[in-house]
């Protein structure tokens, strides 16, 4: 099992010294270093439920359905093990703290293996970025395990911060940390044999390669898997789930702050597909864990939609370890890793403990990590605006213009138009027929860039809302009711160093920095929970009727999500894979 016997590269103790007391413990015949008694065994292959006691050498259980001594002895009387829950697609900065604060703030939620994607802080700072997260991920107590970014930027039609070909990514390959290459989002690229992308895919054939194709059906998805790609967080339908399982993808359920896939796709999780079935969050931030809770909110709402039991937790854990080539966990049994949580209940998966690694998780393990500087300090490079930089020119060979519709708990966003008014200042916001303008700004201190267009859907009466956290470049996205609260709004971003902002009526009425990257704050995730309770209700003061509507913003400028995206070099229509013949272009401007 290769993921054990990194773990004791790294060991101060011989392979040979620890694996002799394994045995010996596992035999009954030495102590283990902890036992957990009396605990109710779920057997997430067969579902059976055994009351016995667990016993744990190392970072490896020894020994279970017998009684065993042990150095240290936790009371699982009453309780349930199950193993350690395994998030197989996220992108941390996303969760808007540190990978630090996110171990402590995901940990107690059973979560002991995250798979990340840190291609948010590669689209700002490039491998540096990812060097970030490596580092990060040899000292957290969570196992942090990485995919290499695989579009950095996600498309030629946007300005990022940073680029990635193959030769960048060829150094972190050999890393203990990393699994493969990432969600390859560029599907078009694919299809069309872009010579990047297909250079990307040729260095990882016969590795792991994440898939990412939101409603590719057909000869189309054929042709995207013939490329080796093997899983797909981006299904939002059970039929379209269904191909893809068909064709050998693995799926993976995705629940997180705003794409809300689970629902959809629960009916295809059951006793024939657990195996090739697996959950993730992708973008879940502290508010809403504090609120809801993390994997663990994903399991107690399977199991409440009537999925089997036993079949759930499996794809929480041994089918998602499998699925990511994690050969050395998944299970409670002797010989896997000792990541373990301890439920008060099966049905309501309420987490009481978790083992990680062999040990149990305390405020004094987080303690004990070294610290890793942050990176991406200063990174805001965008120049101050006005409300001028939003006008919006009307066309005179047409009388409508188009306009992003916005609709909850989904990241695709569909075509839509309006008819709006014309005035001194151009094409006018419609509140009333929930028509806000929408503007993308160049961050990066490239060429800056704004691109304008008109989104529905946020249900703004007034004001306005400013992100730098604007998938996947990373740009400020704004929307807003009023040219001058959304210069206000996005004014007091730039200054912030990034984060989020709400203004009212000419006045900053919210905000949270994020000055790592723009990306993450440098506070512990309990502050982040409450600003962003902060600004929620300022926004909803303002008539948003999104459930969660600053990463909704985010996903407005996500040029390989369709339908319908805005840029900072325009408005750009995902399904042609090229710009609308928009009001705000330079036809004579194309994609770096």
Partial sequence: MPGIAQSW??????????????????????????????????????????????????????????????????????????????????????????????????????????????????????????RYFLDCAERTVMDIRVNLSSCVPATGFETSGAALEIGDLEPFRRHPKVIGLAEMMNFPGVLGGDPGIVAKLVAFQGGHIDGHAPLLRGTALNGYLSAAIRTDHEATSAAEAREKLAKGMAILIREGSVSKDLNALAEVLDENTSSFVALCTDDRNPL??????????????????????????????????????????????????????????????????????????????????????????GSMKARPVSPDDFIVEARADRNWTPVIGVKPGLIITFSDSAMLATGERGLQADVSADALKVAVIERHGKNGNIGRSFVRGFGLA????????????????????????????????????????????????????????????????????????????????????LPEPFLQVAFLALPVIPHLKMTDRGLFDVDRFDFVDAIDRDPDAGPD
């Avoid at 010989?335 to 099966?346: K, N, T, V």
């Fill in 9 to 130: 590269n790294r060991r101060s103790v011989t392979t040979a010294d620890l694996l002799t007391r394994m045995i010996m413990a596992g035999q009954g015949k030495e102590p283990a270093d902890l036992v957990i008694a009396d605990v109710n065994l779920l057997d997430v292959i067969t579902g059976a439920v055994t009351q016995t006691d667990i016993a744990i050498v190392g970072d490896r259980i020894v020994g279970t359905h017998a009684r065993y001594e042990g150095a240290t002895v936790i009371d699982g009387a009453g309780r349930f093990a199950v193993p350690g829950f395994i998030d197989t697609h996220l992108h941390i900065e996303s969760s808007l703290v540190t990978p630090f604060e996110f171990d402590r703030c995901v940990l107690p939620h059973g979560v002991t293996t995250a798979i990340c994607d840190p291609h948010e802080i590669a689209n700002v700072l490039g491998a540096d970025g990812i």
């Fill in 288 to 377: 809403d864990i504090a609120e809801e809770g993390h994997l663990d909110s994903s399991i107690r709402r399977l199991i409440a939609m009537g999925r089997p039991l036993h079949h759930v937790y499996r794809a929480a854990s041994h089918s998602a370890a499998r699925i990511f080539g994690l050969g050395d966990r998944g299970l409670v049994a002797p010989g896997w890793r000792a990541d373990i949580a301890l439920l008060d209940s099966l049905e309501d998966c309420r987490v009481s403990d978790v083992i990680a690694g062999g040990r149990r998780v305390t405020a004094e393990r987080f303690a004990e990590r070294r610290p890793v500087e942050p990176v991406g300090l």
């Fill in 462 to 545: 007034r004001g306005a809302i400013a992100s730098s956290v604007g998938h996947d470049s990373h740009n400020i996205t704004a929307i807003g009711a009023t040219d001058a609260d959304m210069a206000v709004a996005v004014n007091r971003l730039i200054e912030l160093g990034g984060g989020f902002v709400v203004a009212d009526g000419g006045v900053v009425a919210a905000e949270l920095a994020l000055p790592i990257a723009g990306l993450m704050s440098d506070k512990p995730f309990e502050a982040i929970s409450h600003d962003l309770h902060r600004l929620r209700e300022a926004a909803y003061a303002l008539g948003c009727v």
